[in-house]
């Protein structure tokens, strides 16, 4: 029987190859233990995958929702060529805190900026603001509002541009359609938004690993 101890040694396996972390990253990670931030970043190899993807669109202008301690922020921020920028938004300033220092000394605190406020209002006033707009977007801060944040990452991305939303799977929460989870109802929306907005084009996939079994769904916007 597979379980998720075998999922963790091949999640092992596979950082320790492929993607070690360096100063920077394990320097974030226990910075956001250190403070007392919830153990809840994506895993090496998710990251990973964000920076491949982020160097594939090829992004030149990110946005994240959801911040915690920058770990993604530092995976995504390191796929920007020179003149990129990020913007990264979160709720807690305590949070916010732990980022502008960890991404200050993984020395992206010129590419990456930290807006601190409920990501609904960071979003609209971006908008509001004329932003240019993003090339990929990474929807990762509280799952009840994920279809908002879809609806706000449409009006902000690009033709041709990837929105990736994270945790769409739950542990298999996620195909329980009597679930009465705001969390599970907001990312449910979200994926129905996806599967029915002419100008997406999507997919979701389960993942397994050090930090369980979740999954992504990815939508890239119509041309
Ligand atoms: N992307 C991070 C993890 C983010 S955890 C990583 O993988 O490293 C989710 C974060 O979203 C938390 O820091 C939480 O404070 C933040 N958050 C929750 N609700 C929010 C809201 N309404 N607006 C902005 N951020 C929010
Ligand atoms: C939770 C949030 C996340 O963004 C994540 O990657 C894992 C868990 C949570 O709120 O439990
Ligand atoms: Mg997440």
């Known amino acids: 029987m597979t379980t998720e101890s075998t999922w963790a040694a091949v999640d092992t396996y596979f950082t320790d190859l492929l993607v070690p972390e360096d100063e920077a990253l394990a320097h974030a990670r226990r910075a956001g233990d250190a403070a007392g931030l919830p153990p809840i970043s994506v895993t090496p190899t998710q990251g990973k995958l964000l920076h491949l993807l982020a160097r594939l669109v090829p992004a030149h202008r990110i946005l994240e929702v959801g911040t915690l301690a920058a770990y993604s922020t530092i995976w995504l921020a390191r796929a920007l060529p020179d003149d990129g920028r990020l913007i990264t938004l979160e709720f807690a300033p305590a949070h916010a805190a732990v980022a502008r220092a960890n991404l200050a000394h993984a020395g992206l605190d010129k590419v990456a900026e930290v807006r601190t406020g409920p990501a609904l209002d960071s979003l609209a006033a971006l908008h509001a603001e004329g932003t240019a707009p993003f090339d990929l977007v990474f929807i990762d801060a509280d799952k009840a509002n994920n279809a908002r944040y879809l609806e706000w990452s449409l009006k902000l991305t690009r033709p041709g541009g990837l929105i ?36 997406l084009d999507g997919t979701a996939v389960q993942t397994v690993g050090a930090k369980g079994y979740d999954g992504f769904a990815l939508a890239r916007v119509r041309a």
């Open 164 to 199: 990736v939303l994270d945790n769409v799977v739950r542990s298999g929460e996620v195909a329980d359609a009597a679930s009465d989870d705001p969390a599970i109802l907001g990312t449910r929306e979200a994926l129905e938004l996806i599967a029915s907005h002419p100008d």
